[in-house]
């Protein structure tokens, strides 16, 4: 597997410029791993099938809201920035996600993102442009204090993204990455963020849940759980 990654980025790095790669190959990149991971729960909306896991029965689809790195990679390092990426993200992301949720800035940007109550999949990055530069720096922010490899960010790029997608998807399946990961918090926990008023929400986490946990943001979602497990 490793042999596999570098040949494949030597190969890249051999025909294509740093610019290329870290401009348009990182863009392609993020097309491609949205609209991938997204599609499979379009399929899911229109054919009803697996239905049972969907967490609203309301269906929501509208094409609306589709539209000089260093040689070598290590593993412990990768994997390191990449917690790192997710534990900075989660952090920025809260506060600011957190402040769009006040009466002006709900106003006039963030309610174009809540315009879907049932997000799915492709809605995750249906927002108002401001929202996307506001909230799209804490996807920036790890990378750009650590300076990672190229292929670090775009790895940081697609788990980023997949995550976002399933986070909107509408479904918690049993193999949901919410129910093997601890403090994740996945689908069921952002969609309880879209279906309630902007005030009484809560949920503002990313991927990971504990800033909801430690300034009990998160006291509503984890009521209406404990009652429905009971």
């Known amino acids: 597997m490793d042999s596999l990654v570098e040949s494949g980025w030597k190969y890249l790095v051999t025909h294509f410029s740093d610019f290329q790669l870290a ?3 990182s863009f392609i990149l993020h097309e491609s791993v949205f609209f991938l991971s997204g599609l499979p729960y379009i399929f899911l909306e229109r054919t ?22 260093r040689p070598g990679i290590i593993r412990k390092v990768v994997s390191a920035q990449i917690l790192f990426y997710f534990i900075i993200e989660d952090f920025v992301f809260y506060w600011g996600h957190r402040i769009l949720h006040t009466k002006w800035l709900y106003k006039n940007v963030h309610s174009v993102h809540h315009e879907y109550a049932t997000p799915f999949g492709l809605t995750s990055e249906y927002a108002h442009p401001a929202e996307i530069l506001f909230l799209g720096f804490a996807t920036i922010v790890g990378p750009a204090l650590t300076g990672p490899h190229l292929i670090t960010l775009w790895l940081w790029m697609m788990l980023r993204v997949i995550e976002t ?9 049993p193999w949901s990455p919410s129910n093997f990961l601890p403090l ?12 309630l008023l902007y005030t009484k929400s809560g949920n503002y986490s990313s991927t990971f849940v504990y800033m909801d946990w430690i300034f009990g943001t998160d006291k509503g979602y984890r009521k209406l759980k404990a009652l429905k497990e009971t």
Not at 53 to 69: D, E, G, H
């Open 165 to 173: 997608v399933e986070a909107h998807c509408g479904y918690h399946f």
């Open 23 to 25: 401009c348009i190959g």
């Open 184 to 195: 994740y918090g996945g689908a069921d926990f952002h969609d309880y963020h879209h279906r």
């Open 48 to 69: 009803g099938f697996l239905s049972n896991y969907k967490i609203q029965t309301k269906n929501s689809w509208a094409w609306k809201a589709v539209f000089l790195c």
